[in-house]
């Protein structure tokens, strides 16, 4: 037996509860996981408070991540013992997830726990993290460098935010974090950003073309936050988008694509292939260090998750959450 946070749909609606579950309730997979930690990320919040259409089939257990150890394999790639890490590839959406003390997956999935960290702050980093390092890697891949200017992040208090700013910073850019918290300035600074924003400058219906504001951007927003970034990027620059909290519409026009040359980058972090993820991993390990991590970390019990899914939809919640099983 096992707990696990339990997502079912009943004629009444949705229905979510920690259970306990009987192993033989896994779904099918050729690698079962000991989880050690997870993380309640947006997604997963909006799986359990049913508010967005996350899960696809039901009952689900959710967590789109999970940091654990092998019990057992009939895989080559991995044997009992081994730590391993996982991100995405619909996990907690058409597969039982990570909010659980196991999980049953495809081994293809998987990849080797990155030695740089421990279970706890791997998950401190989680998909958010992880996305965050996709975004920089691929403005790297446009030529885009420190010496060009400043780059703009949106929904910089929340998880990729963070890591973005902080990976940024890192890196030696100049940071420009836009905000609906302006009161959390002081979080954000602390993290590396340089100037701080109001949300409200960019989250309106706004030109075409407007001035040129910063060489790059970082967008986890969508919709018309997008299109003002869009919209005020230099020319030649590149805006990497990897989320939709403000919407899934793009009310854009072509205009900085053929009038400035700015080339817009998808971010899928969900299907990525397995060499991206563990190289995004390797330089993850090289770029952050642990204090930053506990700076935008809060651990959580697993009865706790539920409640806190509610809080952070609610926009209480500042940069990471994990869950920790051993707690």
């Known amino acids: ?33 000991r989880v050690d930690c997870s993380t309640l990320n947006y997604k997963d919040a909006l ?28 895989a080559d790639a991995y044997r009992p013992g081994d730590a391993v890490l996982l991100n995405g590839w619909g996990v907690g959406e058409t597969h039982w997830g990570g909010l659980a003390e196991k999980a ?16 706890r702050q791997s998950m401190a980093i989680g998909t958010a993290g992880y996305t965050a390092m996709l975004s920089v890697m691929a403005l790297e891949k446009q030529g885009v460098t420190p010496e060009q200017g400043e ?6 208090n929340g998880g990729v935010g963070s890591y973005a700013i902080a990976l940024l910073a890192r890196l030696g850019y100049r940071v420009m974090a836009s905000t609906g918290r302006l009161e959390e300035a002081d979080y954000l ?70 009038l400035r040359g700015v080339t817009l980058v998808g971010i ?14 390797r330089r993850l390990g090289e770029l952050l260090a642990p204090g930053q991590l506990d ?15 509610g809080e952070l939809l609610a926009g209480r919640v500042r940069g990471r959450v994990v869950v920790d099983m051993m707690d």
């Open 1 to 33: 037996m096992f707990k696990a946070i339990l997502i079912d749909k009943h004629d009444a609606g949705q229905q979510v509860a920690l259970e306990m579950l009987d192993e033989a309730r896994l779904p099918d997979g050729d690698v079962t996981v």
């Open 47 to 74: 799986a359990i408070t049913g508010k967005g259409p996350v899960v696809r089939q039901f009952p689900m257990v959710p967590g789109i991540d999970l940091a654990g150890t092998v019990e057992s394999s009939t």
């Open 104 to 119: 049953r997956l495809d081994s293809r999935w998987l990849i080797p726990h990155p030695a740089a960290f421990t279970a």
């Open 151 to 156: 780059v703009l992040v949106t929904g910089a």
């Open 189 to 258: 600074k602390g993290l590396g950003a340089e100037q701080v924003i109001d949300r409200a400058e960019l989250s309106e219906p706004g030109r075409p073309l407007a001035k040129e504001r910063w060489a790059a951007a970082i967008d986890s927003v969508g919709s018309h936050t997008l299109a003002n970034v869009l919209a005020g990027t230099r020319h030649g620059g590149a805006v990497a988008a990897c989320g939709l909290a403000q919407g899934m519409d793009l009310p854009a026009t072509v205009a900085p694509f053929i």
């Open 268 to 281: 899928d972090s969900v299907m990525r292939p397995y060499a991206d993820r563990v190289e995004a991993w």
């Open 295 to 309: 700076a935008i970390t809060r651990t959580i019990s697993l009865e706790e998750a539920i409640d806190t899914a």
